[in-house]
């Protein structure tokens, strides 16, 4: 199981790759669950770390049904460097369009960078706006070629993963994607005391950004104790 962090910043992002990340999950806060940010604040990031023992994710967006836009966001984020590319699939009411949307972010990833991987995500909160249930997401990602699935939570209201889905309702959508070849990433407000369930579940990664920021604040800075208290509970 690996761990992904969030940093928004070099300088968070040094931290955390220092901290024992092993994943650095470049996005941008203050544009949603899986906010876009900035090309030069990716490459910068990229270029600068890439001598750490670290992967790098770039997300790209919680995303309308627009399969154009998303392809490009996907074709330059790969371009930039990222291993894993993340597409939040928020506007998708139907499995039809997440395959569509999905195969879109899918090729724009391949173009750029046959070894990226695309990651196509859901959100464990559908019910409370509508949105697509992980079920059908799972079957959509696998059709487009995805490399792997992630749920994640858009509400930043302070609920979390498992205030969303239950404990079996996460093991189905897990089950599912494994069952489709899929690797598997699960995140939400994720705290410390849940890294014990998680591990029961067993996702291939892992991701938080609020537990490893000062007062679990995910809009405030990454704090390199919070951080190594993660690690540690994390087993590492």
């Known amino acids: ?6 940093p928004v910043d070099l300088r968070e992002a040094l931290l955390v790759a220092r901290g024992g990340a092993d994943i650095l999950d470049l996005k941008n806060v203050n544009e949603g669950s899986l906010g876009a940010n900035f090309p030069w604040v990716l490459a910068g990031i990229v270029r600068r770390l890439r001598r750490y023992p670290v ?6 967006g919680d995303l309308d049904f627009k399969p154009g836009t998303a392809a490009l966001a996907a074709y330059a984020a790969a371009s930039i460097g990222a291993d894993y590319v993340k597409a939040g699939l928020y506007g998708v009411r139907t499995e039809a369009r997440a395959f569509e949307l999905a195969s879109a972010v899918v090729k724009g990833v391949r173009s750029a960078a046959p070894r990226a991987l695309p990651v196509i995500a859901g959100y464990a909160d ?18 487009a070629g995805a490399a792997a699935v992630m749920l994640d939570t858009a509400l930043k209201d302070g609920r979390s993963l498992f205030d ?4 079996p309702e996460l093991a189905r959508f897990l089950r599912l994607a494994r069952a489709a070849g899929l690797k598997t990433a699960l995140a939400g407000s994720v705290g410390v005391r849940m890294l014990p369930v998680l591990r029961g579940l067993g996702p291939d990664i892992v991701g938080l ?13 990454v704090s390199a104790a919070r951080l190594a208290s993660v690690r540690e509970a994390f087993g590492g």
């Open 1 to 6: 199981m690996k761990l992904l962090v969030s």
């Open 55 to 60: 992967e790098f994710s770039a997300a790209i």
């Open 126 to 143: 559908w019910r409370r706006f509508g949105g697509l249930a992980p079920w059908p997401l799972v079957r959509a990602a696998k059709r």
């Open 164 to 167: 969303n889905m239950t404990r």
């Open 209 to 221: 950004r609020g537990a490893v920021c000062f007062g679990s604040d995910r809009s405030r800075s």
